[in-house]
């Protein structure tokens, strides 16, 4: 299953809007859009998904208008068909197909009111809402075991059963046993008499506890061998191991205990039993969870409310730095949205959580992800992770999912585009043939021009622009289409024209000669500069803070093309202006 398109129609910022999309199962995807394109809308979109309806807070709707109703459409293919499952204020068929969490931003405004001497005073405060994993705890039940009565109820030589409390009560056995074993069927005449048999056979012998082992070991029992569903749970439990159920005989007892105490507590019981058993182990997992990226001074615990459920209480927001509040709200939401998972597909969004997330929380955001990733994929089911952000790409595409290849998609497509020719120079820029003059005298200002036309035409680029000042007057062209604010130009060509622009201006600062030459065989702009700061020359600091697009990397694999992330910048308004001051 693939995800071809999500349509969103009168959700927060958006009327409506289409975005093609081919998600593939099981890869993480990166939406990428501007701030204020409106990707949190998508987010709130899928998280006020209901089970039969999509709800949207009165703060929600488009232009806050409630006449605006909502609606959201998934379009998946499958085998060569298509299917359109929507969301509005009649239906879900969404939810039919897909398991949905949205993990965002947890911290909201509240704000509390005193009265001092007559006057109402309000303050406001940042807090984090309280994480709720289990709104309703299950009853703490018990299975109806004693050892003492196993060892009576089997017989003569009930010595031979050991405690197995350390068994009943691990919760990867009994999700194995139920997910495995029908233990109903243990209650049927034929598969009874199995079990009963077999009890006999053992009670017929004598001797210690040992040497009856040794005996079973030495000849065992093989009738037993034919009730192929006893087989199947006395396996199950060999898998793990224990040290008191290591050969198959005694495996054997431990399942004759287990069908036992099923069958003692009620199946109903049994079950209760179980849920609490697995609750308690998600319990202790988000307590061990919480405590290993704690790094607060306070002691945050999961907590058991009468009617709320198991939940996280947090320190109010001032009271953490930025970035412990994003790791600690982002480890336990993913935590709440494998358990949430049920279905055999799975979108899991993930709205912007890492504007203070530092390299180390950025490699545990990559190992839950993965982690759930490779737990979904061998479980054959189809998991579509998803990340918006406003942030380069390029910067997870080197930090993360070495292994989970990134799918990039971008929400506003950008008309800014490189031109082919732009590109082909870039991708032969290593050529011994013209490496050295490119570098010189395409890729950074120099006050002198140079005509190696023949070269390029040898090489197939554009043989024109193998005079430099045609090519000069080329990228300016695009600067000037770009501050004029067209939305065709080519974002390449002007991140050309920024370098050569800042670089002539400072080389027009540099009095002495000597330090100008020097200044010219420097690699690299922002080394250029510094070399600039250290002989005296006063550098303007946005030609520094501009790095950000003269650094772009003009290394390019044939076929690369940076026109998406390098526009995205250039369109920021801010980036727009500071160009524009510089180049105008």
Not at 41 to 49: A, E, Q, T
Not at 136 to 147: G, L
Not at 319 to 342: A, E, P
Not at 546 to 571: E, F, R
Request: with cysteine; glycine share 4%.
């Amino acid at each position: 299953m693939n995800i071809k398109e999500i349509e969103l129609t009168n959700i927060k910022g958006i009327q409506n809007e289409i975005f093609p999309l081919n998600l593939i199962p099981n890869k993480p995807s990166i939406f990428v859009a501007p701030n204020g394109f409106g990707k949190s809308s998508i987010g709130i979109g899928f998280d006020s998904l209901k089970p039969k309806k999509i709800e949207l807070d009165e703060k929600s709707y488009f232009e806050n208008n409630d006449s605006n109703r909502p609606e959201l459409k998934i379009t998946i293919t499958e085998n060569g068909t298509e299917q359109t499952l929507i969301a509005n204020d009649t239906q879900n068929t969404i939810n039919d197909v897909f398991d949905v969490f949205v993990i965002n931003s947890q911290v909201v405004s509240k704000a509390t009111s005193q009265r001092y001497g007559g006057r109402t005073i309000t303050r406001s405060s940042l807090e984090i809402e309280p994480t709720i994993f289990v709104p309703r705890i299950p009853n703490k039940v018990h299975f109806n075991y004693s050892i003492s009565a196993e060892k009576k109820d089997f017989g003569s030589n009930g010595k031979l059963l050991e405690r197995i409390e350390n068994i009943l009560y691990n919760p990867q056995v009994q999700r194995l046993i139920a997910h495995e074993i029908n233990l109903d069927k243990f209650g049927q005449v034929k598969i009874g008499k199995y079990i009963s048999d077999y009890k006999t056979s053992i009670n017929q012998l004598s001797g210690t506890s040992e040497s009856i082992k040794r005996q079973v070991n030495d000849n065992p029992i093989e009738s037993i061998l034919d009730c192929d569903e006893f087989i199947k749970l006395r396996d199950i439990v060999k898998s793990f191991g224990f040290a008191n159920a290591s050969t198959d005989f005694e495996c054997n007892l431990v399942a004759i205990q287990i069908i036992s105490t099923y069958h003692k507590t009620g199946k109903t019981q049994y079950r209760k039993a179980c849920n609490y058993i697995y609750y308690s182990e998600y319990k202790d997992e988000i307590t061990r969870m919480i405590s290993d990226f704690n790094t607060t001074r306070f002691r945050i615990v999961p907590k058991e409310d009468k009617k709320k459920g198991l939940m996280v209480n947090w320190p109010k927001a001032h009271q953490m730095s930025n970035g412990q509040r994003d790791i600690l709200s982002f480890v336990t939401l993913m935590m709440k949205s494998r358990s949430s998972f049920q279905k055999e597909n799975c979108i899991l969004i993930i709205d912007e959580v890492f504007d203070y997330l530092d390299d180390a929380n950025l490699v545990s955001f990559q190992y839950f992800i993965t982690n759930m990733i490779e737990e979904m994929q061998s479980q054959n089911r189809n998991f579509f992770p998803i990340v918006m952000t406003h942030l380069d790409p390029n910067y997870f595409n080197h930090f993360c999912f070495n292994k989970h290849k990134l799918k990039i998609r971008y929400l506003k497509e950008q008309q800014a585009k490189a031109s082919q020719r732009i590109l082909n120079l870039i991708y032969n820029r290593e050529n011994p043939l013209i490496k050295a003059n490119v570098d010189k005298y395409f890729f950074h200002f120099h006050p002198n021009q140079i005509d190696i036309s023949t070269d390029f035409e040898t090489l197939g680029l554009n043989k024109s622009w193998g005079n430099s000042q045609k090519f000069l007057n080329k990228i300016y062209r695009e600067m000037t289409k770009y501050i004029n604010g067209q939305e065709k130009y080519d974002p390449i060509a002007v991140c050309f024209a920024l370098r050569k622009v800042i670089e002539m201006k400072v080389y027009k600062l540099i009095k002495g000669q000597a330090e100008k030459d020097k200044f010219l065989d420097i690699n690299g702009t922002k080394k250029k500069l510094n070399y600039s700061q250290l002989i005296g020359i006063d550098v303007p600091e946005i030609f520094f803070l501009l790095g950000i697009i003269y650094n772009t990397s003009l290394h390019l694999y044939v076929g690369q093309d940076i026109s998406q992330p390098l526009a995205q910048k250039l369109n920021n308004l801010t980036i727009r202006n500071l160009i524009t001051e510089v180049c105008t």
